[in-house]
């Protein structure tokens, strides 16, 4: 059966997921967080995307971004591929890590920019990992309030605010709110290892 072809967004702006095979763990510890961290970051520069939110999830991750110069499946084929070879080495493994393609939805007016901004960073206190979005190491959250160079927050902060301080403030009290407005996301999530998909053959 064919593929069904991807919307095309008229910002150029999508949110993305990518998923584990099988509800699989794609981070087990920090390590691996940090090399797709860096996997994101170094293909940035090749790529010309630019990423507005991130939230690593244990079998999945959430990505906010814009495309750059190259087409967005050109971009996650190196993304994916580039942590994926890296993952198999570490863990001695073969195979796919990723299950089938990433999935996407366009992003094309400033009112849902920011609803997918907060509902990515929500993820991990509705996961109830964390009883504050702050306290969450894997995601772009921080970055907005103070510092780090994968982000790009220039251009939502302006959306809050001219002025830094206050739009830092406004970024802050959006994220409080709740919304009932559904969002891309995965069916189910619970997290599968590769001993207990083992168990299950």
Known sequence: MPRVAREKSKTGIYH?????VNRQVIFEDEEDASKFLQTLERFKAVSGYEIYAYC???NHVHILLKEGKEDLGVAMRRIGASYVYWYNWKYDRVGHLFQDRYRSEVVETEKYLLVVLRYIHQNPLKAGLVKDIQEFKWSSYGEYISAGTLTDVEFILNIFDSNRGKA???FEEFHKEQSNISCLDIEDSRIIKDEEVAKII
Request: hydrophobic residues 55%; positive net charge; without cysteine.
């Open 16 to 20: 993305i997921i990518l998923r584990g």
């Open 168 to 170: 830092k403030v406004k």
């Open 56 to 58: 690593l999830m244990g």
